[in-house]
């Protein structure tokens, strides 16, 4: 059975900060894996999505990466600002299913 | 192009109370789904359709949770009786229906029930 973990759960930065969000996944066997932005109140926003043949995505200031065979993707964000402020989370999908599997998230907050 | 639409935004009920939810995704998209997310919690899977049939229901607690999807367009949820644990944002979401390596899923903006 997918399992999917984030770490941290909550993390608090000063703006202008790199920094990286982790996704651990337990079944490598996924077709894709995607992160998503959460702000409060409001529904999921795709960010990036990484097919299971590639090993990194980057949009502007967000770059992932997926390890396929260790079971582990990062979200990388550059010169982060509090626009950034909101929950992130990781989701795949198993190989054999049609069913995407969601991390508890991280909850970043950048302060100005 | 259109998003997912959900109403109502905001639900207030009390236990024992029924609630129904409705959801309408992006045009053209086979595929919908309804999760349940629970504070601090990532979104869990209660059903998904795809056209008007259900590929997965394994997590829809069928003794008070009921799902439509007519014509394979618009979608309802429904709960009777609710109960104090079914308080979370019930969250609509649409994809085309693909090849899944690049399967994107768009999302509407939930709705969030209190159960009192």
């Known amino acids: 059975k997918q399992e999917v973990t984030q770490i941290p759960a909550a993390l608090s930065v000063p703006e202008g900060e790199n920094l990286v969000l982790n996704c651990s996944f337990t079944d490598s066997a996924i077709y894709n894996l995607q992160w998503f932005r959460q702000d409060p109140g409001k529904g999921l926003t795709s960010l990036l999505l990484?097919?299971?043949?590639?090993r990194e995505q980057t949009s502007g200031r967000l770059n992932a990466s997926l390890d396929k065979s260790s079971g582990r993707s990062t979200l990388y964000i550059a010169a982060s600002q509090p626009g950034d402020s909101a929950t992130y989370l990781c989701?795949?999908?198993?190989?054999?299913?049609?069913?995407?599997?969601f991390g508890t998230g991280t909850r970043l907050k950048v302060l100005a | 192009e259109a998003g997912v639409a959900q109403s109502p935004r905001y639900k207030i009920i009390e236990k024992r109370q029924s609630v129904a939810f409705w959801c309408n995704p992006i045009s053209g998209h086979a595929t919908l789904y309804w999760y349940q997310q629970i504070l601090g919690q990532g979104p869990k899977l209660l059903i998904q359709f795809q056209n008007n049939g259900v590929v997965d229901d394994s997590q829809l607690p069928k003794d008070r949770f009921s799902a439509e999807r007519l014509k394979g367009v618009d979608s309802t949820l429904k709960i009777q009786p609710a109960k104090l644990e079914d308080s979370a944002v019930y969250l609509c979401?649409?994809?085309?229906?693909?090849?899944?390596?690049?399967?994107?899923?768009?999302f509407g903006s939930g709705t969030q029930l209190s159960v009192l």
């Open positions: 979401a649409s994809s085309i229906w693909g090849d899944r390596s690049y399967e994107k899923l768009f």
């Open positions: 990484i097919q299971s043949s590639q």
């Open positions: 989701a795949v999908i198993s190989s054999g299913t049609y069913k995407y599997i």
